[in-house]
């Protein structure tokens, strides 16, 4: 069962009916109604049911690729983290939850590594500005979303946390590849 992304019309003038008030609210409670019985009517039946409850957690549904669950850190088939230290994620996020000690491997073809990248997950927003200003594609949003606790101090990610190997996140990877229309990091472009 697949998520679906509905565009919604906004119109920024009232008619004379939207002035009114209750008969929108008539329409509101007509379209709720609707609902409602058409849903009652699949229950009953088990036939085309078109609106549907998902009996989380035991059920879930496959999120549209557009979906930001919490920051993680691309890690590279070496184990180490593709990010450069660059700080920019860091000067973007618009909570101040990323904190990174960047360090440097002398000689190394990349010399700039994070040798401490902090994230604060109970103040990040799941906002992406971080995911949007990485020039490297080492920061992106996962799927994941159930972090939730009791101890406020258990929810600042360390890097060792926040790393997520390449292939489990190939399909954010692609997502924004095509959504940017970005190169890739080795050089090809999406098709
Ligand atoms: S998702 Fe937004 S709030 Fe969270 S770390 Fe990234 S920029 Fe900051
Ligand atoms: S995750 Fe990206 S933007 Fe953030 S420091 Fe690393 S390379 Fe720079």
Redesign the pocket.
Known sequence: MSGQVIKVKRHEKLGVLERLYVPMIVQGLAVTAGHFFRNLRGFITGKNRTDFVVQYPDERIDYPDAF?GM?VLVQLDNGQPRCVACGL?EF????D??SIVPGEIEGARIERYPEAFN?DMS?????????EACPEEA?V?SREFEISSYDRRTLNYDKERLLVPETLLKRRLEFLRGEYDRVHAGGERRS
Do not use: K, S, V
């Not at 973007?92 to 909570?95: F, G, H, K, Q, V």
């Not at 103040?123 to 995911?131: H, K, V």
């Open positions: 930001r920051p994620c973007a996020c618009p909570t939850c990323i994230i103040r990040c927003m799941f906002c992406g500005l971080c995911e920061i949003m």
